[in-house]
Antibody, heavy 124, light 111 residues
Framework: EVQLVQSGAEVKKPGESLKISCKGSGYSFTSYWIGWVRQMPGKGLEWMGIIYPGDSDTRYSPSFQGQVTISADKSISTAYLQWSSLKASDTAMYYC?????????????????WGQGTMVTVSS | QSALTQPASVSGSPGQSITISCTGTSSDVGSYNLVSWYQQHPGKAPKLMIYEGSKRPSGVSNRFSGSKSGNTASLTISGLQAEDEADYYCCSYAGSSTLGVFGTGTKVTVL
């Protein structure tokens, strides 16, 4: 079964760092882009960025450039989303998702497989 | 890059058809045939319903169909069922600098 399994919920204080994970299984992890999507409480979906685990090519949406870091460890089929200094406004559900097209240079298409989401709460 | 514009809510009775619009610009929806639609039930992850404007992934009911005209994409749900009650989001490629942009989301209510 093709699936993405994300790490568990996190509760952090402002200024702390955090790295959440997304482990792929059931397919060739290095052949598909993995994207990250934010959903703030009661709000819509936001496209954050995407990584190709095969060569770690990473692209960011302008709104998230410099705010987060996306990485991947292909040896353990896992992608990551990290913050160096969390803010209360980072409180949200974060989803990882697999790009639908295999081995493509341009991650322009849909996300066909989604993780279950990781809730991040930042509060003093 | 602003979010694509969707109606906040759409409703219909069981068996009816409804259409959700997704309005963008000539820099996103109008330039690429790369609009996707996602269904999200409360507390659940989004599910892909339509990709590349009108293609259905395996396992998605043929009651769901997609189309595009100019800068506006549309999702039509025919034979509305209670289980279709959910939030729906469109998404479009917006070029190599912006990458993807989601719509504002539409809550579908089955009366």
């Amino acid at each position: 079964e093709v699936q993405l399994v994300q790490s568990g919920a996190e509760v952090k204080k402002p200024g702390e760092s955090l790295k959440i994970s997304c482990k792929g299984s059931g397919y060739s992890f290095t052949s598909y882009w993995i994207g990250w999507v934010r959903q703030m409480p009661g709000k819509g979906l936001e496209w954050m960025g995407i990584i190709y685990p095969g060569d770690s090519d990473t692209r960011y949406s302008p709104s998230f450039q410099g705010q987060v870091t996306i990485s991947a460890d292909k040896s353990i089929s896992t992608a990551y989303l990290q913050w160096s200094s969390l803010k209360a406004s980072d409180t949200a559900m974060y989803y990882c998702a697999r790009h639908i097209v295999v081995v493509t240079a341009i991650p322009a298409d849909a996300f066909d497989i989604w993780g279950q989401g990781t809730m991040v709460t930042v509060s003093s | 890059q602003s979010a694509l514009t969707q109606p906040a809510s759409v409703s219909g009775s069981p068996g009816q058809s409804i259409t959700i619009s997704c309005t963008g610009t000539s820099s996103d929806v109008g330039s690429y045939n790369l609009v996707s639609w996602y269904q999200q039930h409360p507390g659940k992850a989004p599910k892909l319903m339509i990709y590349e404007g009108s293609k259905r992934p395996s396992g998605v009911s043929n009651r769901f169909s997609g189309s595009k005209s100019g800068n506006t994409a549309s999702l039509t749900i025919s034979g509305l069922q209670a289980e279709d009650e959910a939030d729906y989001y469109c998404c479009s490629y917006a070029g190599s600098s912006t990458l993807g942009v989601f719509g504002t989301g539409t809550k579908v209510t089955v009366l």
